[in-house]
């Protein structure tokens, strides 16, 4: 779950770029965060995940309140969320199961866990018969899936998706929402935040767009028809 309620964040720059915002998105949701270019989206993620503070207002975020962490908490929060990021971060020299696996020896996971959860997530996604392939084997989509199935491994309360379609083509994007959708249905919250209007349209989901730092629609089924500059 997040709560974000009358949050400001202003650079040291003087630049405001979140400005009294306020949203909740419960367990179990699909959302989109849409807007563009310099809404506030990306800062919007990084107080989400801890890597910058608000101003003002308040922060909670599958149970941890952000006003008031400690940086020794921060590890715990960023285990409640998987986050799949536009340009994939592989492990070019590991293999499609090593690049999942790792992610389960960052927090400490047993072989005997990694060897059951690994399966499973892989072929959740569609990837079990791609296990051994290298990043650079694999087509844009199936990379992005690896991606997908990294963020899942460590079983997540919330799977965060940065512009996760930027680097793939149309169809590809399509079968990657669906896989999302399908995650989301299996009990797990999705936030993805994107610009690409066309494919938002095709899903019946909640839309939270923003614009100028602020919130300026949230609803659901639905883009807001703002004006890129």
Known sequence: MISM??????????????KGIDIRIEDGEFAFLVGPSGSGKSTILKLITGEIFCTEGSILVNGFDLNKIKPSQLPKLRR?????FQDFRLIDK????????????????S???IKKRVPYVLDLVGLDTRT???????????QQRVAIARALVNNPKMIIADEPTGNIDPARSLELMMLLQKINELGTTVLVVTHEKELVDRFS?????IDGGRLIS????GYYKYEEE
């Open 5 to 18: 309620t009358n949050v400001y964040k202003a650079y040291e720059n003087g630049t405001k770029a979140v």
């Open 80 to 84: 409640t969320l998987g986050v799949i």
């Open 94 to 109: 590991k293999s499609v199961y090593e690049n999942v696996a790792f992610a389960m020896r960052v927090v400490g996971a």
């Open 111 to 113: 072989n005997r866990e």
């Open 132 to 142: 051994r392939r290298k990043p650079s084997e694999l087509s844009g989509g199936e």
């Open 205 to 209: 989901q909640r839309v939270i767009a």
């Open 218 to 221: 949230d609803k659901m089924g």
